[in-house]
């Protein structure tokens, strides 16, 4: 096998931007430094263009992901001083790759690196195992919220895959960052209460809004308002499923006083992008000039008061 160094690795334009390989401005920029390696890619899932091993498109979600040596990448990425304060390598789904996969993290962890990894759900032995080689999290891609939308959207069996990453969890509390693609078609009821299900036990989400490339809808912001609150309120804040209320699948109310609610939201965090710290990930769901759905930000006061007022929610006074 080559010398790994030598391999090609893609990086998010954003972050390009930030390590000098491409000259652009941009109005956002990466806090995390974003590879993208999925050499092989097995998985299907029906919102990637990725998918299927299909490495003619140079995108992922809408982000485009240049190529460039790993050497140079990971030279880039051990400056001083450091250009990000994590790294992210993102990967596809192949147990045959898992050896050179471990070797890409070896090389990121003798540098010094704080980095996560994301992996599918059935990857949980390879999960423990980057972390004790010095991975800092990992992310899990269940993107589906529950088993219909995870056959549906990812070609894989729920009642495999969900009780070994419940264990993974369970194994490493506040190292697991399980990602969800709000808009697979969970409602929303079903989508807060698998959050709940993961944070009880110590693990944390990673919200995504469906980038409809492939075909399907964008999720509608009022909707993803409504997770992003419940997530944020009951992951951070500790407040319990029971103290929201649903109808028809909806998130309808908040059991708990306006006053109170707003104080836990905490000037909008609860709308910016969720995920291991300092993972802003810019313009992952949308263009530049759309509302965001996670902002990558700080939200101003005018912002934050649009974002509460679309997520047209009830308090119990
Ligand atoms: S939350 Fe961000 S940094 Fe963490 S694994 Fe997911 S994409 Fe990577």
Request: glycine share 8%; aromatic share 10%.
């Amino acid at each position: 096998m080559k010398n790994l160094l030598e391999e090609k690795i893609r990086v998010s334009y954003g972050t390009a931007i930030v390590l000098g390989l491409i000259e652009a401005r941009q109005d956002v920029a990466p806090t995390t430094a974003y590879l993208l390696w999925d050499t092989g890619c097995i998985g299907s899932c029906s919102f990637c263009p990725r998918a299927n091993g299909n490495s003619r498109t140079q995108k992922l979600s809408r982000i485009i992901w240049p190529e460039f040596s790993f050497s140079r990448i990971v030279s880039l990425l051990s400056a001083q001083p450091r250009p990000f304060r994590r790294v992210c390598l993102q990967t596809g789904f192949n147990p045959e790759k898992n050896e050179t996969l471990k070797e890409f993290a070896g090389i990121l962890s003798n540098k010094g690196l704080n980095f996560s990894v994301t992996l599918s759900p059935s990857q949980t032995k390879l999960a423990s195992e980057l972390l004790e080689m010095g991975a800092d999290h990992i992310g899990i891609g269940l993107d589906g919220a529950s088993p219909d939308m995870y056959l549906t959207h990812k070609k894989k069996n729920w009642e495999t895959d969900w009780p070994f990453l419940l264990k993974l969890i369970r194994m490493h509390p506040g190292k697991i960052e399980v990602h969800l693609i709000f808009g697979l078609g969970d409602s929303e009821e079903q989508f807060c209460q698998t959050i709940s299900e993961i944070t009880k036990i110590g693990g944390q989400v990673s919200l995504f809004a469906l980038t409809p490339v492939n075909g399907g809808t964008a999720p509608n912001l009022s909707g993803y308002r409504r997770v992003q609150i419940f997530r944020y309120l009951n992951e951070i804040k500790s407040i319990k499923f029971e103290d929201f209320g649903f109808h028809d699948g909806k998130l309808s109310q908040i059991k708990l006083s306006f006053e109170y609610v707003l104080q836990q939201l905490d000037q909008g965090t609860c709308f910016r992008t969720s995920g291991c710290g300092d993972c802003n990930r810019p313009y992952y769901n949308e263009r530049p000039g759309q509302i965001f759905y996670n902002f990558p930000r700080p939200l101003t006061s005018e912002e934050f008061k649009e974002a509460l007022e679309t997520a047209e929610i009830q308090t119990s006074g």
